[in-house]
């Protein structure tokens, strides 16, 4: 199991400072880096006029001595922080480019500095690991550097392309994950060059000198994140993927493949406890958690299941997450995780950090917990961690409501939380005779009579408090009867001042399904005070009642636990009574489209297809309307899952679009590319299997 904490004082603090500084200039923090170590963080802020500035805070939010008047970065293009030890260094792409490197623990960081001077801007510039400069640009670029600072560079190839994406070293050696392109082939490629680097006379020389130790033809587009891990004993592993991408490119001594990954990847790096990765859901959630080493060179695809924890970092909105607003410490227990946004400039525009969010958090891991080869098959751990959440709001509340578009596994999660419930689902006849007492007909001696008749929460109420009765009241195997006569005892002898202890001795549930369908007022009658905490026996309020119909005795519990279940879709929580509202907490519970990764039928990807659809409605008629994972869940595993999706695709799915879009059917074909399933009067457009199939295929891929 894995806990994250917000560091919020630490945020509140940073920000603080900042404000106290630049606030009437008008600022944004453009970047933020976070220490291998953990113990700092180097903020780079924006002015109005384009000036910027360098602090370094430690992680408590303390601005370093030195570092309280910020270091002026005279450039207004662009800007790379890069943390390492205790050095910030800076790259400033104003032309020709000029390399600083700043001491953090100094007083005088600025007086102190390292500063690389260049004679034209270089493509590419990283501080590695063990404190060197790499540069990689032209072959005639020069630099002036001072005694104690160690340059690598590595010209551009003469007859070709080449994109640095990581590097990382060690005494003797660096190694380079990069992209190489020649006569139109390209490799991506791990590469080691010894240090110092050995002279060369020739961009040709010094490409043909690069011992490649890994290389494969599968070379992925987009915006790369990437790193490099050395082995004590001199192996490697690198990474690569794009930003959004379902995969990364890995790369050992033994060769490369292609590992999937369980959603869309933001960021990664490799730590002291495995390759720690953020990914993000479409239409859902950002996790994050470490996949460790051993588990990652046999794998071909990851699961929620190969994680070492994995916790929750907020919804996931593609346009607002990025890898150079991620970081995480080697031992992996400071994570620095910014939303952004953007500001124009003139004619351009670049982003900034959100101040409004939090983006420190610590990380707290459980050491005790088992191997991956050693562990059971369990829930997924964001399932355990919705069970927990429910459970404390339950301790704290005493009764909670489970709300959500239908197919999301409220009613699941009930039996999930719940031990041994008893259970019911309220309708529209469903009445206060139902749920506590009422006259029945029942037969006697003489015909029909009409006896008082304990409904389904009056006796799951006697068996609670007979339940935590004091020893005298109780015997083995009583009957119900007996139960509730010992139970009506006590309340007369407690309620005329005798001082009897209550003792529960076992948790008692009642889980209400479609919760909202009942007329609350009508079946829970003058008894929906009791549920209060403080109005249950032993609060310090506590409330005991005659009923109408018996003339007994009636109180509740503490031990009583009560889960109510209804479906956003079917009627509003605004619409609920609101005495019911005041004595319930909430608990929303959204379609989970990760609970289908890796699931397809036919070519399509069940949790691209549950994402696809749910955007569109969600878009149009908001979340209560979207669609639950349930309805998929069992298809891919079914002995016909194209059989079965077609079915329920098409009696289940699109008669909820034909009641959604009623009246604007046609929007479905022009503002939703690959919808080919209703036509433009609201017609459902029936096809064979495999055409079906395919405009399914289409669908996904639209989105």
């Known amino acids: 199991m894995v806990n994250i904490e917000p560091l919020r004082n630490s945020v509140y603090s940073i920000n603080t400072f900042l404000k106290a500084e630049y606030e009437e200039f008008g600022f944004v923090i453009e970047e933020a880096v976070l220490f291998p170590s953990g113990e ?26 030195g570092w309280e008047r910020g270091i002026s970065v005279p450039c207004a293009d662009e800007a790379v922080l890069f943390a390492g030890g205790d050095k910030l260094a800076v790259f400033t792409k ?54 104690g600072l160690e340059i690598v560079k590595i ?15 060690d005494e003797n050696s660096l190694y380079l994950l990069y992209t190489w392109k020649n006569e ?39 915006k790369t994140v990437g790193d490099v891990h050395l082995e004590e004993d001199g192996s490697f592993v690198a990474a690569l993927g794009t930003k959004g991408g379902r995969e990364i490119y890995l790369l050992t001594p033994g060769g490369s493949r292609v590992v999937l990954i369980p959603g869309e990847l933001i960021y990664l790096r490799f730590t002291s406890r495995g390759l720690f990765m953020i990914t993000g859901i479409y239409g859902s959630s950002i ?52 939303r952004t946004a953007y500001r124009a400039a003139g004619q351009r525009f670049y982003y900034y950090l959100r101040r409004d969010v939090d983006y420190i958090y610590r990380i707290h891991w459980d050491t005790n917990r088992a191997p991956v080869e050693e562990r059971a098959p369990a829930e997924p751990e964001e399932t355990e961690a919705e069970v927990e959440s429910i459970r404390v709001l339950l301790r ?14 409220k009613t699941y999660l009930a039996r999930k939380v719940a031990v041994k419930p008893e259970f019911v689902s309220f309708h529209q006849s469903f009445s206060y005779e139902d749920f506590v007492e009422g006259f029945r007909p029942t037969k006697g001696s003489g015909g029909v009579v009409y006896d008082v008749v ?141 609970l289908l990764a890796g699931m397809e039928v036919g070519g399509v990807n069940l949790e691209h297809l549950l994402s696809r659809l749910n955007s569109i409605i969600e878009r149009e008629k908001g979340k209560d309307y979207t669609i639950g994972h349930g309805y998929f869940l069992d298809i891919a595993s079914s002995e016909n899952p194209e059989e079965d999706l077609y079915l329920v695709f098409y009696h289940k799915i ?29 017609r459902i457009v029936m096809m064979d299997r495999e055409s079906f199939m395919e405009a399914l295929r289409r669908l996904v891929r639209a989105e």
């Open 396 to 409: 704290k509340f005493r009764q909670v409501i489970l709300y959500g578009p239908p197919g999301t596994g």
């Open 184 to 222: 139109g082939k390209q490799e991506l490629r791990v590469g080691r060059i010894s240090v110092p680097v050995f002279p060369y006379y020739s961009p040709l020389e010094f490409w043909d000198g690069v011992e490649r130790l890994s290389r494969t033809s599968m070379v992925p587009g987009g």
């Open 155 to 169: 010209p551009t190839p003469p007859n070709g392309y080449s994109y640095i994406h990581a590097v990382a070293d």
């Open 40 to 65: 700092y963080l180097a903020v780079m802020v924006r002015l109005e006029d384009d000036s910027r500035f360098l602090h370094v805070f430690d992680i408590n939010g303390s601005v370093l001595p």
């Open 454 to 594: 304990d409904g389904v929460f009056k006796r799951i109420t006697i068996e609670a408090i007979y339940d935590s009765l004091p020893e005298k009241f109780r015997k083995k195997n009583a009957t119900y009867g007996e139960m509730k006569k010992a139970v009506l005892e006590f309340l007369e002898r407690r309620r005329a001042g005798e001082n009897l202890k209550l003792t529960p001795r076992r948790e008692f549930y009642l889980v209400i399904d479609e919760i909202n369908r009942g007329n609350i007022s009508r079946i829970f009658g003058e008894l929906i005070t009791l549920l209060d905490p403080d109005k249950r026996l032993g609060g310090p309020n506590e409330t005991i009642v005659r009923l109408p119909y018996s003339g007994e005795l009636f109180a509740v519990p503490p031990n009583l636990y009560i889960i109510g279940t209804m479906n956003s879709a079917d009627r509003s929580i605004a619409l609920l009574d609101i005495a019911l509202r005041r004595r319930f907490a909430f608990y929303e519970v959204l379609p989970r489209p990760e």
């Open 654 to 682: 699109l008669p909820l679009f034909q009641e959604y879009f009623y009246g604007s059917w046609e929007q479905l074909g022009s503002f939703y590319p690959g919808f080919e399933f209703i036509d433009d009067r609201g």
């Open 287 to 338: 996790s994050a958690g470490i996949v460790p080493l051993e588990r990652l060179f046999e794998a071909r695809e990851i699961g929620r299941g190969d994680f070492e924890g994995v916790f929750s970092l907020g919804r996931y909105v593609p346009s607002v997450v990025d890898p150079k607003y991620a970081g995480v410490s080697d031992d992996c227990r400071v994570l620095y995780f910014g």
């Open 94 to 147: 104003c032309s020709p480019g000029r390399f600083v490197v700043y001491p953090v623990t100094s007083p005088d960081p600025e007086g102190e500095a390292l500063s690389v001077t260049f004679s034209k801007l270089p493509l590419y510039v990283n501080f590695t690991p063990e404190g060197r400069v790499l540069v990689f640009g032209d072959y005639h670029i020069e630099y002036m550097a001072p005694e």
